[in-house]
Structures are given as C-alpha cells and as structure tokens.
T-cell receptor, first 111, second 116 residues
C-alpha cells in the first residue's frame, strides 16, 4: 500500500531563518507529490506540487525537492515569517486518484 | 464565490446515534474526498468519489458511509459502528481537464464532531 510520513512532528525556527520540512513516502508509483498548509481551525490549503519526473520546483518563497532514490520529499521556506506558523502536510496521488497525506509537521516561528 | 462548504462547523451527538455531515461544492469538481483528522494522525482518507453514483473506500472506511447522488454533494454518515467517531472531518474536491486531473484539491473548513 501507500504511505506518507513526516520526519518531525514539530519544527521551531526563528523569524527570518529558512525552514526545511521533510517527508518520506513508500509508494513509487505516484505521479506527483503535493504540500499543504493548515492553519489552526481551518482546512488545508495547497502550497505547491511537484511531478514525479522533476527533482526541484520553486514557488514564491518555497522550494520543493524530490529525491526518488531515497523516496524523500522536502519543503523549504525561505525567510520564514510568523504567518508561516501552521501544520504542513505532504501528500501524494496514488492510482485511481486517491489522495493520501502524511501526519504533518507543526512549524512554530518565533520572533 | 465558488467554494466547498461543510456544515455544521460543530456537531454534538450522543453515542449510538448516526450522524450525517454535509459537504457541498459549487466548483463543478468531479472528485470529492472525506478525511478524518485526529491529533498526531494527520489526514486519513475515509472515502472518495471520482464521479456521480460511484465511490471508493479509503484507508479507514469502517463505520462510515457515503453517497454521491449529485455532483456537487458528498455527504458522510458516521454510523454507530464507528468506535471512536469524535474527530475533525474534512471534505475536499478537485477537478480534471479532459483526461488530466488537477493536482490541487480544495478543502472545506471542516466539521468538528463530538460524540458524548
């Protein structure tokens, strides 16, 4: 079956630092991977995706890296701000459009 | 405004009662999903549907049931067979263009169910 996990339940950083959130997965057949951000009491919001034929994709202040050899995905947030404080989920699309997610990493940004 | 709406935001039920959570979307999306969220457990897939009148079990379907009679609606019933129903429930939807599915799924704001 498929599984997605995250390496750390909580990550604490100082404002202005770069944050790196890691994720491991077991399914090699996924055609893309996704990152979501969930603020307290709200539904998750899409951040960025990466196709399985890519190893890097950049967005606004975020970069996602995909290492298929070790089945590892990471989300890098540059110049982390207090508004980035949230729970971050990695996910993947399996066969038949089944979307599965990991356990999440809570990012805490202190001033 | 287009979006996905879950209601109610908070729901309380007595143990042994079935309860139905509403999820409606006006985005004209083909696929809809139900997830359960518990502290430290992440998002776990309950059921999903790619098309009207069809749905598939996710990873934790036991004790739940769904229907997809209309494209815009995907209600979830939490039955009395669900042993630990208290949780935060999230509905999501996404669309496709021709044969290709969009990668982004849109989530509702969730329903927090408490069973006492």
């Amino acid at each position: 079956g498929e599984s997605v996990g995250l390496h750390l339940p909580t990550l604490s950083v100082q404002e202005g630092d770069n944050s790196i959130i890691n994720c491991a997965y077991s399914n090699s057949a996924s055609d893309y991977f996704i990152w979501y951000k969930q603020e307290s009491g709200k539904g998750p919001q899409f951040i960025i995706d990466i196709r399985s034929n890519m190893d890097k994709r950049q967005g606004q202040r975020v970069t996602v890296l995909l290492n298929k050899t070790v089945k590892h995905l990471s989300l890098q947030i540059a110049a982390t701000q207090p508004g980035d404080s949230a729970v971050y989920f990695c996910g993947l699309n399996t066969g038949f459009q089944k979307l599965v997610f990991g356990t999440g990493t809570r990012l805490l940004v202190s001033p | 405004d287009g979006g996905i709406t879950q209601s109610p935001k908070y729901l309380f039920r007595k143990e042994g009662q079935n309860v139905t959570l509403s999820c409606e979307q006006n985005l004209n999306h083909d696929a809809m999903y139900w997830y359960r969220q518990d502290p430290g457990q992440g998002l776990r897939l309950i059921y999903y549907s790619q098309i009207v009148n069809d749905f598939q079990k996710g990873d934790i379907a036991e004790g739940y049931s769904v229907s997809r009679e209309k494209k815009e609606s995907f209600p979830l019933t939490v039955t009395s067979a669900q042993k630990n129903p208290t949780a935060f429930y999230l509905c999501a939807s996404r669309t496709r263009t021709g044969l290709f599915w969009e990668t982004e799924a849109f989530f509702g704001q969730g329903t927090r169910l408490t069973v006492v």
